[in-house]
């Protein structure tokens, strides 16, 4: 059975917690809604957060992610 974009989404915000992230910003810059900011973690590190309120779910942030494509191809 083929995968859903609900499916797909639901990795999502967790993803971007996971260690696999670099915080390179390539999804924000993608984003057209806007709804991806950075946040600096407890480490100095920063992360992307998804405003669920503004994302329009069009996947652009992961098509854009190269780590993304590496471990959920």
Known sequence: M?????DIWSIVPDYFNRKECEGCGCCISICPAHAITMIERM?????????????????????????????HA
């Open 2 to 6: 083929d995968k859903t974009i609900d």
């Open 43 to 71: 480490d100095g590190s920063e992360r992307p957060v998804v405003d669920m309120s503004k994302c329009i779910r069009c996947t652009r942030c992961m098509d854009a992610c190269e780590i993304y494509k590496c471990y």
